[in-house]
């Protein structure tokens, strides 16, 4: 089985994962499944960011021959697991459009419904600070471009960009938004030389 060494902290395409991890056939079977539901749609494809999100967990795993296997939604359980050796690690997904603006933060705190109440009560920059960071419990980020809009123009599922970066790396490179404090990173000038 390939160490985690082979891809973290790098930008990867699915293809070069599936290369890295001699599962070539795996991808062709999952394109051919992507481009026969596009065909059946009249060359739209349902998208959605629940839906993105199972449909590349599973793409990930097949590509990466259970190097990740699928968790939960929810309820305790990590997006995805990474299997190192003995090892099992927990791995939260995130979807992107542009590298300069990744969005990594928990959802909750973006829904009108939740947690977003609970940190705007808060006074101080300090505290929301906390408060955000104290939710960053997962051990990587496995940042994925696929959100709605980049699916609905693709054209090739083997193109798709991926990246793999340990919690505890992120969190130095964590930004403010307008709203919510420590929830983007930038990785536009992260280049694999």
């Known amino acids: 089985m390939k160490s985690i ?11 070069e994962l599936a290369k890295i991890f001699d599962a070539e056939d795996e991808l062709l079977s ?6 026969t539901l596009k065909t059946m749609g009249n060359g739209v494809l349902y998208s959605s ?3 993105n999100h199972i449909w590349i967990q599973d793409l990930i795993k097949k590509v990466t021959k259970s190097k990740f296997t699928i968790g939960g939604q929810g309820n305790a359980h990590p997006d995805m ?11 939260e997904m995130k979807g992107f459009e542009h590298k300069r603006k990744i969005r990594v933060s928990a959802s909750k705190f973006f829904a009108s419904n939740s947690s977003s109440s609970k ?4 006074k101080t920059k300090k505290d929301k600070d906390r408060l955000i960071l104290s939710c ?3 051990d990587y980020y496995l940042l994925t471009q696929t959100t709605t809009e980049v699916m609905k123009a693709l054209d090739d599922i083997g193109s798709i960009q991926v990246y793999l970066i ?3 790396d992120m969190i130095p490179l964590l930004k403010d938004t307008k709203k919510v404090p420590k929830s983007i990173i930038d990785l536009s000038e992260i280049n694999d030389d």
């Open 136 to 138: 960053y419990t997962d």
């Open 81 to 91: 697991y990474l299997n190192e050796g003995k090892n099992q690690y927990r791995v």
């Open 30 to 35: 999952k394109k051919q499944s992507y481009e």
């Open 49 to 51: 960011g629940r839906h």
């Open 166 to 168: 340990k919690t505890s």
């Open 119 to 122: 940190l705007n009560k808060l």
């Open 5 to 15: 060494k082979c891809f973290i902290n790098r930008w990867l395409t699915i293809l």
